[in-house]
């Protein structure tokens, strides 16, 4: 099933003593794009989490949150960094005697800054702790193709009825076509006569002049590739494969195609109905753009 490249997932879950928080967004791009916010002392998380992530999601830009909350916290020590904090207090006494501040600041002011507390956990076991996080990322997984495979059934939806519409003006753009030689050649009948009255026309250099339109307006062969292409597009739509680039390519095609056909065709009926294709070949470029 067709699936878009827009999706929100979201799951937490309380497992082997940690509560965990996964959440996943992701928006259009041309390729598979990862970024975490992970809690540093789990940053061991982030390419196990990006190789997991990647292996189910071909295409977009995925955001990944994480949130990891110890329930047991009696292993847990919190460390004063003396350097880091020794070193912001110098630098807020020199601001306080180059402005001529009071150095009012206190403890809690200097442990705010960055870094300043550190906690330090007992060892973990990271395999053990990767396996509760994928368990989680499966839920919100879920979750987040579940929202892309319904936004796809949408693009699913507008995009084979535009190509509907693009085959029902092929077929109009078949009729025609033949109908415009056939008044070429009524209108250079006429043309002739009245540049010569009633003298005998010579016929033969009107059906050559006629076999030569014909040939230069002839649009069989574009309308034959665009029935090709429309029909690929279809088995695109219905393909279990990430699919996007190889639409976005048919999709150049085809408006080739239809520029191929209004270049040649010598018709103001058909030229209006090119149109009309390329204003949906456009509205199609716009929702392949979505797909994964």
Known sequence: ???????????????????????????????????????????????????????KVSRGKVDCFVGIEALNTESAEVVVNNTLASAYVKALKEIAQTYELNEDFGAYSVARFSDVLLVKKSEEDEDALWRDVKTVCDEALEKFTSMRTAEGEKLYNDIKSRGEHIIEIVSFIEERSPQTVKEYNDKLVQRVHELIGDAALDEARIIQEVAIFADKVAVAEETVRLRSHIDQLDEFLNSSEPVGRKMDFLIQEINREANTIGSKA??????????????????????VQNIE
């Open 1 to 55: 099933m067709l699936k878009s490249m827009t999706g929100f997932g979201r799951a937490v879950s309380e497992i082997n003593g940690y509560v965990i928080t996964i959440e996943l967004r992701s928006v259009n791009h041309r390729y598979f794009e990862f970024s975490s916010r992970i809690p540093r002392q789990y940053g061991f998380l982030d390419e196990k989490l990006k190789s997991y992530i990647n292996s």
């Open 266 to 287: 010598n018709d103001v009926e058909i030229a209006r109905k090119v149109v009309e294709i390329k204003a949906e070949v456009e509205k199609i470029r716009e929702q």
